[in-house]
Structures are given as C-alpha cells and as structure tokens.
C-alpha cells in the first residue's frame, strides 16, 4: 500500500508532537525543581530518570503532580516547607490548570510568565514570603477561577484588569502590603459576576476603597492637634507670666534705687 506524502506527514507531526509538549515539561519541571530547595526531602523521586517521562501512561510519577493525556496539568506542592523562589520557566507547563505552592517559604517576585498558562484556573500561592507586585500581566490567564496571595509580602497596587477576569470567583489579597485604591472593577463587581467583601483586602495598611474604608490620612489626628495647641497654649502663658515677673522685678530694683538716691540728696552735709 503506497502511502501519500501528506498523509505522511500528517502522521510524523502526530508522533512528533507529544514528544516536544512532553520535553516543554521536562523543562518547566527541571528549573522548577532547581529553583526550589527542599530541607526535608519531600520531593525525593523529583529526578531526572522520572523527569525523562513525567507522565507515563497518562499518570504522573512525581510526587504532587497529576498528568492528563500525557501531559502534566496540576502541580499541588502545599505543606511542603519548600525554600527557594518560582522560576519562569514555570511557563512551560502550558497545559497546566492548577498551580498549588501556598504554605512553604518561597520568596522572590511572582514570575511575569504566568501569562503563558492559558489554561491556568487555579493559582494559590498564599502563606509564602512572596515580594514585589502581583503581575499587571496576569488577567492574560482568561481562565482564572481563583487568585489567592493572601499572607505574602507583596506591594504595589492591585492591576484593575483582573477585574476582567469573568470567571473568577475567589480573589484572596489579605495580609501583604499593597497599596493605592481597590480598583472598582473588583471591589464593586456588577451584574452576575462574583463580588468580594473587605475579607479579601484586609491587613493591608495603604489600601483603601470599596469594600474597605477610604484613603486614611496621613496627617495628624483630631486629638494630636488639640494636644499640641495646649501645649504650646500653656508653655506661651509659662514664658509670658515668666518675662512679666522678670519685668516686674527689674522695675521694683530701678524705683528702690531712685528712691534712695532722692533720700541721700536731700540729706545735709557735715
């Protein structure tokens, strides 16, 4: 049977294909483990042998990752007392729909290259040391459903694109230190998409605006002012009463010295 040369080539990028998604994880997987460090060895077959072939009949070798259709499409790392920081190759992952680190002791910036995860949906890096601002870049995962940072050391301001996040329905920013107003997009979400309460902003001191307070000022309070204008109220009457009772005796000493001197001319001369 003679076959044609398209159907031919059809059947080599077919064959050929799983083998180069799968090398994009072996990538993603391998930086990922370098960047980490693991005290009590709880990713201990995170090998290379094991990341020859992560998924081996559909199902993953790896301690926390869960394969589907050969390639790997959730990593659930939590509890794990991970050190180290995320790499960005994490972006090689491009199949993968959930990415659990929270509860270890990862710092560093949350990399820019979660915006190649299309397919991301869960992203829960909360409980770590994570530093810098939440990437403006993120909203390019459409398929977000839930963003949780909360009890990180993150600043900067809240992205107001992540607002156009239709599908997300838990947004967890508490405990860092952001600043700057609650983009309105997300703090007073309409129509059917999910709303957040104050709960999702709280323990950041600089943030402000729906559904938490208004900007706090930074200037000085009702009591503070009253406190100074008394204090300097009393110590102006302490100087005043102080320079009248230094003028008050001067004068007494400059009249007793005249008084004496009009007694001692009329005294006659012997």
Not at 62 to 83: D, F, M, P, V, W
Not at 137 to 164: A, E, K, R, V, W
Not at 166 to 173: A, K, P, T
Request: charged content about 15%; proline content about 6%; overall charge neutral.
């Amino acid at each position: 049977m003679i076959i044609s040369r398209s159907l031919l080539f059809f059947l080599i990028l077919f064959f050929i294909q799983p083998s180069f998604q799968d090398q994009k994880d072996v990538s993603c997987l391998t930086h990922l483990f370098d960047s980490f460090q693991d005290p009590n060895n709880h990713l201990q077959n995170w090998t290379k042998s094991t990341f020859s072939n992560p998924c081996s009949d559909s199902y993953s070798n790896l301690i926390g990752a869960t394969c589907n259709n050969g390639r790997i499409y959730k990593l659930s790392l939590q509890n794990l007392s991970l050190h180290g920081s995320i790499s960005p190759y994490i972006s090689n992952c491009t199949n993968l729909q959930s990415l659990d680190l929270s509860n270890n002791f990862l710092t560093g910036p949350i990399p820019d290259q979660l915006q190649y995860l299309l397919n991301l949906a869960v992203l829960n890096l909360s409980k770590n040391q994570l530093s810098g601002p939440i990437p403006i870049s993120l909203p390019m995962c459409f398929y977000l459903n839930i963003i949780d940072l909360h009890d990180n050391i993150l600043n900067g301001t809240i992205p107001s694109q992540l607002g156009s996040l239709v599908r997300l329905s838990v947004f967890d920013v508490s405990n860092n230190k952001l600043s700057g107003p609650i983009p309105m997009s997300l703090g007073n979400r309409t129509g059917n998409l999910a709303r957040f309460n104050a709960s999702s902003f709280y323990g950041n001191e600089d943030l402000y605006g729906y559904p938490l307070g208004p900007m706090k000022s930074k200037g000085l309070s009702v009591l503070t002012i009253v406190a100074i204008g008394l204090g300097s109220g009393l110590l102006s009457l302490v100087l005043s009463f102080t320079v009248v009772c230094i003028w008050l005796r001067t004068t007494e000493k400059k009249r007793a010295r005249e008084q004496e001197g009009k007694i001692n001319s009329t005294l006659p001369d012997y």
